[in-house]
């Protein structure tokens, strides 16, 4: 496509050459392929199922680990804005009804003196309109309520991010799953009494997170004897994709200017990349549970680093036996067993290699990050789950998998999709530099192949929207990944406001 002075100028601004815009292009186009798999993986076929002694096995291994005095990060994406938990609240608000009539309004109203925001609210209402909750009820007015929660002149629920709202009550009163992520930090990723937290955050809600941060760090780095390093970061607009039409020309706006949209979660790998760290531990920001539900997310979150680490020492060990050339045919045969089973990467015809080229093979395999993620036994959720895909160089592997990278057609990959045991909760513990001290560009690691193409509309006009390979999929695709089953009450995300009243989220 031609580009005008105007388009040259609107991509230089988001740091976006005009062959990445033509690839982005030419993706609509072709589309992406399926990815072609081997099958689910599953207890003993790629999933970890550690014992009693295995997890205080691994558990010593990360703490012996923290002890040399490592840098560790906890990242969190924070950036998504609340209101699809609130979906129904807005139905509510907008309805030609006036009392709860769904079951769901009902849950929400009968139990709203659950929730960790009530007291805030009934505040709030008081003061606006000298009636608190209760007394709004009795006269029949719950749209009252829903609106003080939702707009901008209440607490603006509709409208912050997750990270902000508040998810739990205590004693000393209600936390935001911001402050539950800082605990979380204190107890599992510290080293040398300190503890280094990373949100990705959107520019609206920066100023927002910082103010929250300012006003509560304090008392937690007190309770845990920690200090805090909390620092945020932003999407890059670099990492934007152009919208288009649904012929594959690029949609325009009023003004005639490209329509660029954010690229989706995918694009956190830049900021994942420039964190400097030797592990790092990502979560998303709504799987948080209070105090008294702590103990076994801890505990898991250091058996999964624990193999984590042996994983990364086992790689070292033999990156650097190869390098020194001082093997034999044995320590061939060893590594490889190491590789297809410790790292479940399978070549069918690693046989047909000579030596030398299985040298080359094998460090290749081995040098490259390394994730273990916690997987749940799989209740239904949507979402990826684990399995063994092959790969563009005729391997095949672990990955997390979506549904949209697999062949609705191909009722063998369906039944693998259907049927899978285990469910990706976003859990993972990552080793980000080299054996050589090095960090990894994770840039390099990512399967270009595995975006995603979605129809979304704009002013009633139809368009195509690209997102970038998923952060837990295709971003990570080229990265070596083990998975450990996780037990399910550390997976507890808030989707909807009325998940807040599961008895996960009661303090």
Known sequence: MTLSEKDLQQISAKGISPEKLEQQLNDFKKGFPFLKLEGPAAIGKGIMAPTAEDAEKYINTWNEYKAQGRKIVKFVPASGAASRMFKDVFSFVDADYNAPTSAFEKKYFESIKDFAFYETLDALLK????????????????????????????????????????????????????????????????????????????????????????????????????????????????????????????????????????????????????????????????????????????????????????????????????????????????????????????????????????VLYLKNKLNRPIRVAGVVKNVGEPGGGPFLAYNPDGTYSLQILESSQIDKNNETYMKYFTEGTHFNPVDLVCAVKDYKGCPFDLTQFVDKNTGFISSKSKNGKELLALELPGLWNGAMSDWNTVFVEVPLGTFNPVKTVNDLLRPQHQA
């Not at 070292?316 to 001082?326: I, P, S």
């Open 127 to 358: 003061e606006q309109t000298g009636k608190g909750i209760e007394a709004l009820m009795e006269e029949g007015d719950y749209k009252s309520i829903a609106k003080a929660m939702l707009d901008k002149e209440g607490l603006n629920y509709g409208q912050l991010p997750k990270g902000l709202l508040l998810f739990h009550n205590y004693c000393d009163g209600a936390r935001t799953p911001m402050e539950e992520h800082l605990v979380e930090a204190a107890l599992y990723a510290n080293s040398n009494g300190e503890a280094d937290v990373h949100f990705t955050v959107s520019n609206e809600h920066l100023e927002l997170f910082k103010a929250k941060v300012a006003e509560k760090a304090d008392k937690y780095a007190e309770k845990y004897n920690i200090k805090y390093n909390i620092s945020f970061s932003e999407q890059k607009p670099s990492t934007d994709t152009v919208a288009a039409n649904p012929d594959g020309t690029p949609f325009r706006n009023s003004d005639d200017s490209l329509l660029f949209r954010p690229g989706g979660h995918g694009a956190l790998i830049e900021n994942l990349n420039d964190i400097e760290a030797d592990v790092i531990f990502v979560k998303n920001i709504d799987n948080v549970v209070p105090d008294r539900l702590k103990e076994e997310t801890v505990e898991w979150k250091q058996i999964i680093a624990g193999v984590l680490v042996e994983l990364q020492k086992k790689s070292f060990e033999y990156l650097n036996l190869l390098d020194g050339g001082n093997y034999n045919h044995e320590n061939l045969l060893e590594i490889i067993k190491f590789v297809q089973d410790d790292l479940c990467c399978r070549k069918n015809d690693i046989k047909d290699l000579e030596d030398a080229e299985l």
